[in-house]
């Protein structure tokens, strides 16, 4: 599976690069996609969710990009794109080749409807290229299940499930809530709460609980107790930062900060 998306994303890509005039502006996005709907009728905040950490943080996007250019993106991909149109974006860049981020449809694979994000990021160099490098290119490919959008590795399975409860528990957290069954969705509220209630709860674990505790409603479109959960997660690591919890774990409020006011704007 994996070889034939890279192959197919390649073929895509030079498509892609064969267009030669993306006018003046910063952003360009394109589809043919006339009509404007939610196809497969994935849930917003699964959507976001998956989206935006791979599309504008394992590039460095959000670095160059704000809140309303990014919802803007999110929006016209999910409410474009299907099996017969693909969504490509092109950002400039200051120095070097332009960002390209290609979205695509796939159906009837194994595992069902593949949506699919190809992008021209190159994850050790750190920078976009023109070539498309089919080992470190950031690719990351997603199946829709119901209304749920899922990353292929949390396709649920028993032997995953097992392998989680033996790990930290904001990890088990994390799966239940992103995979594909539906039965172990109503596991995550006491997951998190075991979390919070436990006064010897280690410090990172209480912030990863934090985060899904916001992520639950964010979810339940509850953006007013989102909001709140958000604040208390950004207290809560300034309280601790560099005693209990590395600085580097800011990436962590930064994405959520993000993710819920990328939600604000997916619901205007």
């Not at 006339?34 to 196809?39: L, R, T, V």
Request: some cysteine.
């Amino acid at each position: 599976m994996k070889k034939q998306i890279l192959i197919f994303t390649t073929v895509i890509l030079f498509g892609f690069l064969s267009l030669s005039s993306f006018g003046q502006d910063k952003i360009q996005i394109q589809s043919d996609n006339k009509d404007s709907i939610n196809k497969y009728g994935i849930s917003e905040f699964y959507f976001v969710h998956q989206v935006f950490a791979d599309a504008f943080f394992m590039t460095d996007l959000y670095k160059q990009l704000d809140y309303d250019e990014m919802a803007k993106i999110l929006k016209t991909v999910l409410f474009k794109i299907d099996k017969d149109n693909k969504v490509t974006v092109t950002i400039k860049q200051e120095k070097g080749p332009e960002a390209r981020l290609v979205f695509f449809i796939k159906e009837g694979t194994k595992d069902g409807t593949l949506l699919a994000l190809m992008t021209n990021f190159h994850a050790e160099k750190r920078k976009f290229t023109k070539e498309l490098d089919e080992k470190c290119s950031v690719v990351r490919w997603y199946f829709i299940k119901g209304n749920k959008l899922v990353y292929r590795q949390d396709l649920y399975s028993e032997k995953t499930e097992k392998e989680k409860m033996g790990q930290v528990p904001h990890k088990l957290i994390d799966y239940y809530l992103f995979d594909d069954n539906l039965e172990n969705d109503s596991k995550v509220k006491g997951l998190i709460d075991e979390i919070l209630n436990n006064e010897k709860s280690d410090k990172i674990e209480v912030l990863y609980a934090k985060l899904y505790l916001g992520e639950l409603y964010l979810l339940k479109s509850e953006i007013d107790n989102a909001e709140k959960e958000v604040s208390g997660l950004n207290e809560y690591f300034e309280k601790y930062k560099d005693n209990g919890i590395p600085s580097q774990y800011s990436l962590i409020t930064n994405m959520a900060e993000t993710e819920l006011e990328l939600m604000k704007r997916m619901k205007k």
